[in-house]
């Protein structure tokens, strides 16, 4: 790979820059010469099979796993044993599984434990963790504890977990899947009201939705451990060469468009459900 490319990918500010990532559990690779960029202020939807090493590729991403070959820039920050902390700090993962995630007795302590790691005074601690599980949804569970809550109640915790630190850089692995169809939306809406109140916030969603991934700025493909494609999701899900070789779900929206251009529809990338509603009923 030309290494002025990279140079100038990281000059222009990526939230995190991956070089030529391998990565194996045993013999088997797993991640196989995985290079891509991903701009600060940009969400992210990781797509990909069961299997494709998507959650193996978020585990790198702050040095939960060591690669077998490669390099990991968050931000400007080289990721090794001196910065995996600092880097931690500013990144944080919210896991598929969220028993994996959960250290405190209470939901209130595990809250508090994100902050603990982060040298937050303690008398700053009480507001920050009512007002994160408040966004949640759960700040009357703080004195629960956490094995005894429904799934979506766990993910809702894991994500309050995360957000508690203010994260520059959020991951998500499939952090919603437990959700109710009206708890999904309010998180996901809560996640770009974060956006829009701190534009640099990024944000790295791992789902097999492709409804969030369409409302996503960027949508990456990962295939059996190497990325497939990486574009707007206009570009990605209307590519059909692509949707037919990764065997990719589409969008209602650009079904809908398909269907409605081989009825002989004026259809344009621009029109939203709205403006076809309107074309529909305007053929009557
Ligand atoms: N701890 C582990 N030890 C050995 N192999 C593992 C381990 N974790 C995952 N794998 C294997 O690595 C591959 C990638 O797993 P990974 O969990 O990254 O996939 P994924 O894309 O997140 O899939 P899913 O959509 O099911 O969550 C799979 O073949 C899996 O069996
Ligand atoms: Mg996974």
């Known amino acids: 790979m030309n290494k002025s490319k990279y140079k100038c990918i990281i000059n222009c500010m990526n939230a995190l820059t991956v070089k030529n990532l391998s990565f194996g559990y045993n013999e088997e690779i797993i991640l196989d010469d995985v290079s891509f960029a991903i701009k600060e202020?940009?969400?992210?939807?990781?797509?990909?099979?069961?299997?494709?090493?998507?959650?193996?590729?978020?585990?790198?991403?702050?040095?939960?796993?060591?690669?077998?070959?490669?390099?990991?820039?968050?931000?400007?920050?080289?990721?090794?044993?001196?910065?995996?902390?600092?880097?931690?700090?500013n990144a944080t993962i919210v896991f598929q599984n969220p028993d994996n995630q959960f250290i405190g007795v209470t939901v209130e302590d595990d809250i508090a434990f994100s902050l603990e790691n982060r040298n937050v005074p303690r008398?700053?601690?009480?507001?920050?963790?009512?007002?994160?599980?408040?966004?949640?949804?759960?700040?009357?569970?703080?004195?629960?504890?956490?094995?005894?809550?429904?799934?979506?109640?766990k993910q809702r915790v894991a994500i309050a977990d995360a957000l508690v630190i203010n994260p520059q850089i959020l991951i998500l692995d499939e952090a919603t899947s437990m959700l109710d169809p009206k708890g999904k939306k309010e998180i996901l809406d809560l996640i770009r009201e974060m956006k829009k109140?701190?534009?640099?916030?990024?944000?790295?969603?791992?789902?097999?939705?492709?409804e969030e991934a369409y409302l996503s700025d960027e949508v990456i493909i990962l295939d059996k451990g190497k990325i497939a494609a990486q574009g707007k999701p206009d570009d990605i899900f209307t590519d059909k060469e692509l949707v037919?070789?990764?065997?990719?779900?589409?969008p209602f929206i650009i079904s809908l468009k398909d269907k409605l251009i081989s009825l002989g529809m004026d259809v344009s990338?621009?029109?939203?459900?709205?403006?076809?509603?309107?074309?529909?009923?305007?053929?009557?």
């Open 269 to 284: 990338k621009e029109d939203t459900l709205e403006s076809l509603g309107e074309k529909i009923c305007q053929l009557k």
């Open 41 to 89: 202020g940009t969400y992210v939807s990781l797509l990909g099979h069961n299997g494709s090493g998507k959650s193996t590729l978020a585990k790198l991403f702050i040095g939960l796993l060591p690669a077998n070959s490669g390099q990991i820039f968050v931000s400007d920050l080289e990721l090794n044993k001196d910065n995996v902390t600092k880097i931690r700090n």
């Open 197 to 210: 109140e701190n534009p640099s916030l990024t944000v790295i969603s791992i789902t097999h939705d492709v």
């Open 123 to 153: 008398k700053e601690m009480r507001a920050l963790i009512i007002e994160s599980a408040r966004k949640v949804g759960m700040e009357s569970f703080l004195t629960k504890e956490p094995a005894y809550l429904s799934g979506g109640q």
């Open 244 to 250: 037919s070789k990764y065997e990719l779900a589409v």
